[in-house]
């Protein structure tokens, strides 16, 4: 008992180092110079980005990417905003394909916009108007505001966004930052979600980036950033369980030099991997992360401990505690390459009911060392699913991106002038049509046969529902689009689909 109460005691003052850990990532400050504080974008114009932004540092070398063709990723996007449209439906009805989507990786074009309708937060942004304009025009508590300032610079300094201390991406990140302080005046601020919250900023505006860090702190991550990180430290202790399931190897080797889970995962978790993999890779997590909640987080870490300590072979070279620590924090790049990993983690089997009930079993435990905790958060959701099951909402209702002006009152009628004799002639043809129509369901009306519940049935089998009108039924094929929608709720996946 005693040397598990100060192995706790050593993993809590691991935990007060991790600002001291965050700033040696970051690099030097110095970098902030390399922009003017007179441009807008933050960035200095002669400098070369990579695709995803990136001027320098680990996340800006191209770790060959696996790419999509462009006409499949344009099929992609298509669907996606069809299932903006209908997000409602889709989330009651097809959730599983929505999941099946986010796997293969969202378009980038509408992956901020994804991210917010998996999370929920633009549903809680639309009812809650005016609330981030509200925190965002005060001042903030001071002690929260300076350390915010002073965390700004290291947050993907190698990025356009954030080089220049007054550029866009800067400035935006400490509103957001500063409004959640004010929206969780009890929890404050903690450095770990200055990453969360500068990834959101690459991908959507800072009201946005606001609600989304709402639902991950809130939702997906829980108590992570509380006084004290005990949803970290037990979420160390369900991770280490699992990895016994896994990675018997890796659990044995870890076992035997005591080294407790905080010490080489609180990074990988509060920070949701984003400061840790290729960037490719980081945004392929996140995309299944926003769907399926934190077992991806856990599915990823147990990945990485499995193949850099899962064999003997691994291990002849980290013999020792400090050796298999800083193994783990210099992980072998092919096994953070993108279309490993993420083949990797979606064949993993560990499910949300195996993460529950370890973690009722390390409350038990933590409550015969430690006690009751100190900060009690609500349960976590595991993905969008239960999170939109969760809150009962009205419908999203859907922005256009292009807004036609208003036309007034005489331009509108010079329209409908001009559009008249074009009416007169679609009616015409439209009569023309019902005649052939009907000319053609009287030479047949001895092969088919109307049904008692207002089917037609024709010699092949084929049914079709009919429109009641007095004295006569005809039936409903004037419109073949309403037989031929963009894609049916309760269609099955076709192969192409599949693949898409």
Known sequence: MDNSEERNRDAVEQTSLYSGA????????????????SELNGYAGDLKTNRYGFVGGAQQADDCPDEVPVDVLRQRELKWLEMFSNWDKWMAKRHKKIQLRCQKGIPPSV????????????????????????????????????????????????????ISKEGHGQKDLFRVLKAYTLHRPEEGYCQAQAPIAAVLLMHMPAE???????????????????????AIQLDGEILF?????????AHRHLSKYKIDPILYMTEWFMCAFSRTLPWSSVLRVWDIFFCEGVKTIFRVALVLLKHMLGSAEKLKTCQGEYETIDKLKTIDPKYMQEGFLIQEIIELPIAEREIEKEHLIQLKKWRETHGELLCRPAPRMHGAKPISDS???????????????????????????????????MEKQRLKEQKEKSKKKKQSAGKSDT???????????????????GASEA???????????????SSEPSEQDTYL
């Not at 965050?22 to 003017?36: D, I, K």
């Not at 005060?138 to 290291?154: A, F, N, Q, S, T």
């Not at 946005?208 to 005990?230: H, M, N, R």
Request: proline letters at 7%; charged letters at 25%; a neutral charge.
């Open 241 to 249: 369980s699992l990895l016994r399931k896994v990675s018997p190897v």
């Open 22 to 37: 965050m700033e040696s990532l970051a690099g030097s400050r110095e970098l902030s110079s390399l922009g003017s504080d």
């Open 111 to 162: 992956r901020g916009r994804a991210w917010q309708y998996l999370s929920g937060s633009k549903v809680k942004m639309e009812q809650n108007k005016g609330k981030f304009e509200e925190l965002d025009s005060l001042p903030g508590d001071p002690k929260w505001v300076d350390i915010i300032e002073r965390d700004l610079h290291r947050q993907f300094p190698f990025h356009e966004m954030f």
């Open 451 to 469: 049904t008692a519940n207002g089917v037609v049935k024709t010699e092949t089998g084929s049914q079709y529902p009919v429109i009641s009108s």
């Open 391 to 425: 809150e009962p909402h009205k419908k999203i209702q859907i922005s256009p991106s292009i807004i036609l002006p208003k036309v007034d009152n005489i331009e509108k009628k010079k329209q409908n002038k001009e559009s008249k004799p074009f009416q007169k002639e």
């Open 475 to 489: 039936p409903l094929l004037q419109n073949e689009q309403i037989w031929q929608s963009t894609e049916s709720l």
């Open 208 to 230: 946005d980036a606001f609600w989304c860090l709402v639902q991950i702190c809130e939702k997906y991550l829980p108590g992570y950033y509380s006084t004290g990180l005990e």
